[in-house]
């Protein structure tokens, strides 16, 4: 039991790791949409399954925890192709703050004066096509989190059924 919960700290660690300081600007280039993309998911998906082999060896060994980043690194490039294509999911975007302050502020200079609630009529009205973006980007990286920690279960219980 105490193996499942260190194996669960440490790719918890591991994905937030590889996904963020690790993940460089040479391995955002697989937003690409030709074959451009390739190498920098490839990298990505790669830094993935050296640190699963590096979590698994000790439990399993080398040969087995090997098996365990191959594993990692086709369903971390899959997903991560899925989520970034730009004819994929990769299509939709998201909303910074600024974008919703300028929409207000263009809205605004338009109409002049409005009380806050015709305000946010109106916001409601021209934005619906970019908020509905928003809410499939939000959506997609949820789905690309879920299949990576559902990855890092499938490992878990492999290492710990072993």
Known sequence: MNNIFILLILFQ???????FPLQG???????????DFF???LSHALVH???????????VGAKFAAILGALDL????????????????????TLTKRDFIEHAEKIASVHGDLDEHRLVSEMNNNF????ASNKKFWH???LDQAVHHLTHYLIIYL????
């Not at 660690?13 to 996904?19: G, N, P, R």
């Not at 086709?74 to 004819?87: C, E, G, L, N």
């Not at 290492?159 to 072993?162: D, K, N």
């Open 13 to 19: 660690a591991k994905h937030y790791v590889c996904d």
């Open 25 to 35: 600007e040479h391995m955002m280039k697989k937003f690409s949409p030709n074959w």
């Open 39 to 41: 190498l920098p998911l």
């Open 49 to 59: 399954a050296i640190f699963t082999f590096a979590i698994s060896v000790g439990f």
């Open 74 to 93: 086709v369903i971390h490039f899959t997903m991560d192709r899925i989520k970034a294509s730009p004819k994929m999911l990769g299509k939709y975007t």
């Open 128 to 131: 619906n096509a970019r908020k």
């Open 140 to 142: 997609s990286l949820g």
């Open 159 to 162: 290492i710990v059924t072993r």
